[in-house]
């Protein structure tokens, strides 16, 4: 009797288990072979986006200092992990990266690293390597983020990441590249929220007007710059870094606009948020200084072009935001990854001296 019974309630297990596991199996290939990794993607984002979720394709990562010029990945230790001190701390942000899309697979901890390490190796070896004391009064923090999706969108995690980890009692000083000054503009404007921990944002060759190289009309006047440029710019973070002639200082440029950064450009202005950035531009004094070809290419159709400085990508007007800074900073024959402290020899001049130039500005700041 209890035997029948014993084995009636194990076929009973069995099957529970067994449709559990069977639609688990169903869902797995239901994923794999149906659902595109946009739309994981896009789902995840709609769930970060009303803060049901962390962003899984941004973190925030605390830099612990080595002894190795060749940085490893445990040297990233997620700031959930990371121990805080009292010291000053530096968030740096990396900018566009165009081989990414929406389409890629959520990102792991090992691509994160790496987009950190392509932009800011070289800064990060000065801080380990102690140049101007810098590791002796700062922490070094690391933000990444996809950067295929809006800048709006990834503004908003960038300040939601913020908030959650930084108290109002910490000293917060943002060092933004490229796209990443326009994301750190997103996530200090007033639609989405003050973060009075941030005392100022330093901006290297950030394209706060834009840049000719994402403007449709401009790409559309070279055969070869529009079938690249449609690849470069054919997502919404990359469109969004489009020129526009709106701003003080703008040259002109035929059929360019950006509603995006006009509208953000005319909220700082309402609110008189740009007293807390300086802006760095890179200023290419001929179209033969850059360590790369495609900036000194750059640089000759910028320069045919109207704009005669640049960094080979952006304007320096634009990266120096028509001047409406706390204060504006150019750096000679810089192009524009040399503006992230990235040169072919570490200890080239003009990649230890810009790292000092920042520094010294975080330190003499007012606020």
Request: with cysteine; glycine share 8%.
């Amino acid at each position: 009797m209890f035997r029948v019974r014993r084995n009636i309630l194990s076929y009973f297990v069995f099957l529970i288990i067994g449709v559990f596991v069977f639609q688990s199996c169903v869902y797995d290939f239901y994923r794999k072979e149906f659902v595109s990794e946009e739309r994981v993607n896009n789902a995840a984002l709609f769930l970060a986006w009303f803060g049901l979720l962390s962003n899984p394709n941004q973190k925030l990562f605390g830099f612990s200092s080595g002894y190795s010029r060749n940085l490893s990945d445990l040297q990233f230790i997620g700031s959930e992990l990371f121990p805080k001190s009292s010291k000053k701390k530096i968030v740096l942000i990396h900018g566009w990266n165009p081989a990414e899309r929406d389409a890629d697979p959520i990102t792991g901890d090992e691509k994160k690293i790496q987009n950190i390490k392509n932009t800011f190796s070289n800064g990060l070896i000065h801080f380990q390597e102690g140049r101007d004391s810098a590791n002796s009064e700062f922490d070094f923090y690391l933000y990444t983020y996809r950067t295929s999706n809006s800048i709006l969108v990834n503004g908003r995690q960038f300040h939601s990441t913020l908030r959650g980890y930084f108290a109002d009692t910490d000293q917060v000083y943002i060092v933004a590249h490229s796209m990443g000054g326009l994301v750190t503009r997103v996530a200090l404007s007033t639609e989405v929220g003050v973060l009075p921990f941030v005392r100022l944002v330093v901006t290297l060759g950030s394209p706060q007007f834009g840049s000719p190289f994402a403007t449709s009309s401009f790409l559309a006047s070279n055969p070869f710059l529009n079938d690249l440029g449609n690849y470069l710019v054919g997502t919404q973070g990359g469109s969004e870094l489009a020129y526009t002639n709106n701003g003080t200082g703008q040259t002109s440029l035929s059929g360019a606009e950006n509603l995006v950064l006009d509208t953000l450009n005319q909220s700082f202005l309402d609110a008189n948020l740009n007293s807390k950035f300086i802006s760095f531009a890179g200023v290419m004094s001929s179209c033969t200084v850059a360590e790369t070809f495609y900036y000194n290419s750059g640089c000759n159709i910028l320069s045919n072009a109207g704009f005669t400085q640049s960094d080979g990508i952006v304007p320096a007007n634009s990266a120096r935001l028509g001047n409406l800074t706390y204060k504006q900073i150019n750096v000679a024959d810089c192009d524009h990854s040399m503006m992230a402290f990235q040169t072919t020899n570490i200890d080239d001049t003009k990649s230890r001296n810009l790292f000092t130039q920042v520094i010294t500005e975080i330190r003499n700041s007012p606020y």
